[in-house]
T-cell receptor, first 114, second 112 residues
């Protein structure tokens, strides 16, 4: 199994809503990542979890709250988002840090904030 | 030919020709490089990687070249096929392996 599974595939939410994005992998990877990708732009790193601990937060606003319940799951909790937060949110995982092996990406969640 | 659009450079090639996609990286401490392919509506897909102690690596129909002197990476695709049409990103990371940075991307368009 070399898949990273993200749910939901699409999400529309209002600015006062609370929602969560979910990511799951069963490759035994101990590093998991959240990226944000705007149209026609490269993915931008948001958060890195290493061995279930947050190791990098790229100055992401607190309306985005990551959570790693166990080594296979990664969540991104969303609250009070703005329309400019609309983007494709990608989850990835790798064996250790990205310097050692490639990262496997999920298909992303297309988020629209209205 | 290659053109630079408002946001994303585009490379157009004839089916069957070879494609060369270029990438300049900025961090001389970068140790590991990956080429990803991203099709519309999908997540990035691994194509090939190379470490800084190598200057060339070959896969099936793809070759990555690394020139550390000028901090340049290229992806060569042999006998380009319609299924190769996508956006291609280079990505770099340093020895610590957690600051993983993507290049701006190049859209490859294969003409029949």
């Amino acid at each position: 199994d070399t898949e990273v599974t993200q749910t939901p595939k699409h999400l529309v939410m209002g600015m006062t809503n609370k929602k969560s994005l979910k990511c799951e992998q069963h490759m035994g990877h101990r590093a998991m990542y959240w990226y944000k990708q705007k149209a026609k732009k490269p993915p931008e790193l948001m958060f890195v979890y290493s061995y279930e601990k947050l190791s990098i937060n790229e100055s992401v606003p607190s309306r985005f709250s990551p959570e790693c319940p166990n080594s296979s799951l990664l969540n991104l909790h969303l609250h009070a988002l703005q329309p400019e937060d609309s983007a494709l949110y990608l989850c990835a995982s790798s064996q250790e840090g990205l310097g050692n092996t490639e990262a496997f990406f999920g298909q992303g969640t297309r988020l629209t904030v209205v | 030919g290659e053109s630079v659009g408002l946001h994303l450079p585009t490379l157009s090639v004839q089916e069957g020709d070879n494609s060369i996609i270029n990438c300049a990286y900025s961090n001389s401490a970068s140790d590991y490089f990956i080429w990803y392919k991203q099709e519309s509506g999908k997540g990035p897909q691994f194509i090939i990687d190379i470490r800084s102690n190598m200057d060339k690596r070959q896969g099936q129909r793809v070759t990555v070249l690394l020139n550390k002197t000028v901090k340049h990476l290229s992806l060569q695709i042999a006998a380009t096929q319609p299924g190769d049409s996508a956006v291609y990103f280079c990505a770099e990371t340093d020895n610590y392996g957690q600051n993983f940075v993507f290049g701006p991307g190049t859209r490859l368009s294969v003409l029949p």
